[in-house]
């Protein structure tokens, strides 16, 4: 009997030993072997809800001295710069990433290594919707706060616990034999310095437009937006900034215009004014509390022919600026990049509490522009979206 028990536990012992072997091997998730990795190896699963797992061990074995933060929508903007650390940038976008997410992997990064460099993309619609504080696959013992926090206890069971959860589990099995395979399907192409784009065509041009305008803007129809709470997390990041003495940019995220026309056909284009405004108004306050000059703002939704191009069909929609009307290639990711790290850059607006009114004004100009001259294939897509908008 005893002899049977002991035969059965090493059996199971040498079964997981073998699991836990080929997850280790295999490594879906790039967590064991980053450094080694290419795109190919990235992208043999697909890491879209993975990433809030992924990218913090990711950023605990490259320790980045310089880092791109925001959501998927700054996902194609490369951390490569003249001015940025030639071998320390990475791009720590996450899908749908939240204003305190956002402080919290930027804290997290700088446990790893003080950061030189830091760009913050900012997306009007997460600063408006009533999220939680994190999303789902967010763990706050997975963040360290400071370098001690690297060797604290809850980090460390976190650490334990994600290589259960990647090398000992029927999810983490299914994902190295899809892996193996190739039998995922993977919508998009990810890369070793964090960025990553969409390569698939079902939610590309016009569709694309369609699906986002229906998911981004036009559910959030009957709900409450607001900036008051998102814009005090906002501050809170930037304080961090300016107490680590980090060299920070802030960037608005463009968007295709015909996204920005959705908001004011469902009201909220004072909002949506009011956001640029007081993202200016914050970054001030917070510099004169904190006895320093504000980090520079930059904005790019009056870029004729950039924001107002022709929404294509996807076959047709190769060359365009944006995917889907949100997320924008990485052609213009360089552009952002540039402007916002290089002086003199004639692309792009630098925003403080002068140049807004001007700005604002010549972005209402390219929205009307576009309208009047796509105003079939406009009303078409509305009607896509919801016959509320007709």
């Not at 929508?73 to 749908?96: C, D, E, F, H, M």
């Not at 437009?209 to 814009?231: A, H, M, T, W």
Request: charged content about 20%.
């Amino acid at each position: 009997m005893k002899r049977s028990l002991f035969s059965t536990l090493l059996l199971i012992f040498g079964l997981c030993l073998l699991v836990i072997l080929f997850n280790y091997r295999v490594d879906p998730y790039a967590i064991y072997h980053y450094k080694q990795v290419n795109a190919d190896w990235l992208s043999r699963i697909d890491q879209f809800l993975h990433l809030r797992v992924t990218k913090p061990w990711h950023v605990v074995q490259t320790k980045p001295t310089a880092i791109i933060v925001g959501t998927s929508r700054s996902a194609t903007v490369n951390p490569k710069q003249s001015t940025w650390p030639q071998n320390g940038g990475y791009n720590l976008s996450i899908p749908g990433l939240t204003l305190y997410e956002m402080l919290r992997f930027i804290e997290h990064a700088q446990a790893n290594a003080p950061l030189s460099n830091l760009m913050i993309g900012l997306d009007f619609e997460v600063f408006v919707q009533p999220e939680p504080h994190f999303q789902f696959g967010f763990e706050e013992s997975r963040m360290a706060r400071d370098a001690d926090d690297l060797a604290s206890a809850h980090f460390l069971w976190q650490l334990v616990s994600d290589m259960r959860n990647t090398l000992l589990s029927m999810s983490g099995i299914a994902q190295s034999v899809m892996a193996l395979t190739g039998s995922a399907e993977v919508g998009r192409r990810y890369y070793s310095d964090g960025t990553w784009e969409s390569i698939q065509s079902t939610f590309t041009g016009r569709r694309g437009y369609i699906y986002i305008g229906k998911e981004s803007v036009f559910d959030q129809r009957n709900q409450k937006l607001s900036l008051d709470r998102n814009l005090d997390n906002f501050a809170d990041i930037l304080r961090f900034a300016h107490r680590q003495k980090i060299e920070t940019r802030l960037f608005i995220t463009p968007e295709h215009v015909f996204m920005i026309d959705l908001w004011w056909r469902l009201g909220y284009g004072e909002l949506w004014k009011e956001f640029h405004r007081s993202l200016i108004e914050v970054n001030d306050a917070v510099a004169i509390e904190m006895g320093v000059e504000p980090f520079p703002l930059f904005a790019f939704n009056h870029m004729r022919g950039v924001v107002d191009e022709p929404i294509s069909a996807a076959q047709d929609s190769g060359r365009s600026w944006f995917t889907d009307g949100v997320h924008f290639r990485p052609r213009l990711g360089k552009q952002i990049m540039d402007a916002v790290w290089t002086d003199g850059s004639e692309v792009g607006a630098k925003l403080n509490v002068d140049s807004v009114v001007v700005y604002l004004s010549e972005v209402e100009q390219v929205r009307h522009g576009f309208e009047s001259a796509n105003a079939e294939l406009t009303a078409a897509l509305r009607r896509g979206i919801s016959p509320e908008l007709e």
